[in-house]
């Protein structure tokens, strides 16, 4: 293995990993192991430590990711024109969907699903999404949201929790082409429903709105 492809297959172990085991899991030894390293000190070497290496994972993932966010972003500014609701969700969602279902092998959306339930990794992936560029989604969600700012803040994670679910569903799933858009398609649905529902009485009952 070239020192390029070497790091790349402990990046990928590493995603398979805290996938399919937590991050407790995850340790320079195992991704050695996994990634079918015999030299000792290759994660070290690469990643200088853990974190070195988780920072790794979450970057070779998040970059794509933000790419395609920022050209979905130009694309909407090059029309001049105020975003629909189905466009704001899917500059929000499609680009981690390709990052995922799009990507042969992809443990990224279970990955994801991990943090959910570790608050070391949510911490680490949350630095990952104050990227510009998700931060601008997020931001036109909540403002395309049929609801008042305060609620359509909790509609923005919860669509977020409701796409990286899904997608960690289907990830591991033998789907077609078709199979896929059309998954793809549901999950956007489903989202821009969740926005542009109107907010009951008992969110207003419950002191969700000031």
């Not at 969110?203 to 709105?209: A, E, P, R």
Request: aromatic share 4%.
């Amino acid at each position: 293995m070239t020192q390029a492809t070497t790091r790349q297959a402990m990046i990928d172990s590493a995603e398979q990993l805290i996938a399919e085991r937590g991050l407790s899991a995850l340790t320079l030894k195992e991704v050695q192991i996994a990634a079918g390293q015999s030299n000792r000190s290759a994660a070290k070497y690469h990643f200088g430590s853990r974190d070195g290496l988780l920072d790794a994972v979450i970057g070779a993932r998040m970059s794509p990711v933000n790419e395609c966010r920022e050209r979905l972003l130009a694309e909407l500014d090059a029309h001049g024109s105020p975003p629909s609701i189905r466009q704001a969700v899917e500059i929000l969602v499609r680009p981690i969907a390709a990052e995922t279902l799009g990507r042969k092998g992809s443990r990224y959306a279970r990955f994801l699903s991990q943090a959910m339930f570790d608050p070391v990794l949510a911490e680490k992936i949350q630095k990952h999404m104050s990227a510009e560029s998700f931060r601008r989604a997020e931001e036109m969600v909540i403002t395309v949201a049929n609801a008042p700012r305060e609620v359509a803040e909790w509609r923005a994670v919860n669509i977020v929790n409701l796409a990286i679910i899904t997608l960690a569903r289907w990830e591991d799933k033998d789907r077609s082409l078709e199979l896929t858009a059309r998954i793809i398609s549901e999950l956007i649905d489903s989202c821009v429903a969740i926005l542009a529902a109107q907010v009951s009485a008992t969110t207003s009952d419950q002191g969700l709105l000031t």
